[in-house]
């Protein structure tokens, strides 16, 4: 079992609508949590970190379920510079294992 | 703004080929990670280092070396380069463990 597991997509979406995916882990002594976001044939750049409570940067909302071992991320009022993939990173002791991405991609 | 930058965007090698990969940060950052991407596989730690002259192995160093001789380069070395090598290379960044990682631009290894 892959520790850190995606649905690549891709997410096909209008400009203005909601688009949510999650991303499970295995190992539930898992520390830290983060968003990463790569354009296409560009490196990856981290989108924002995953807070137990949740959190918020803008359009981007992120969410950790430990109980269910994923977290989420949502994106409100999706625009066209939001195609890109988005990576989820899990950290155990400072190792950091990567999901393969999911892609999303915003038509006008 | 951090800059990682990666010396070659592009290489074509031949199977046996000696490689470099060299990796240069402007930061002062403590923490250098090689990196490689595959489709549907993620990014895999092939090496990285905490402290000049130190590595330590990640989930697949078989097949490549690193050296950081001064604080600001991590260089990644394919002794003998082969087909199953080819892909795409990310150099990594970082003043605090675990995050953030800064990553360059990355080089795309082709081994023929």
């Known amino acids: 079992r892959k520790e850190v597991e995606q649905d690549p997509g891709p997410f096909n979406v209008p400009e203005g609508a909601t688009v949510a995916f999650n991303c499970t882990y295995s190992?539930?002594?898992?520390?830290?949590f983060f968003w990463y976001r790569q354009d296409c044939r560009k490196e990856p750049k981290l989108l924002m970190s995953v807070y137990s409570s949740g959190n918020e940067d803008g359009r981007f909302t992120a969410q950790l379920n430990r109980a269910s071992q994923y977290i989420s991320l949502l994106i409100r009022d999706s625009k066209l510079s939001d195609s890109a993939t988005y990576l989820c990173?899990?950290?155990?002791?400072?190792?950091?294992?990567f999901g393969a991405g999911t892609t999303v991609t915003v038509r006008a | 703004d951090v800059k990682v930058t990666q010396s070659s965007r592009y290489l074509v090698k031949r199977t046996g080929e000696k490689v470099f990969l060299e990796c240069v940060q402007d930061?002062?950052?403590?923490?250098m990670f090689w990196y490689r991407q595959d489709p549907g596989l993620g990014l895999r730690l092939i090496y990285f280092s905490y402290d000049v002259k130190m590595k330590e192995k990640g989930d697949i160093p078989e097949g490549y070396s690193v050296s950081r001789e001064k604080k600001e380069r991590f260089s990644l070395i394919l002794e003998s380069a082969s087909t199953n090598q080819t892909s795409m290379y990310l150099c990594?960044?970082?003043?605090?463990?675990?995050?953030?990682?800064?990553f360059g631009n990355g080089t795309r290894l082709t081994v023929t």
């Open positions: 930061m002062d950052h403590e923490n």
């Open positions: 190992n539930s002594a898992s520390q830290s």
């Open positions: 990173v899990v950290n155990k002791d400072y190792k950091l294992s």
């Open positions: 990594a960044s970082s003043f605090d463990r675990p995050s953030p990682l800064h």
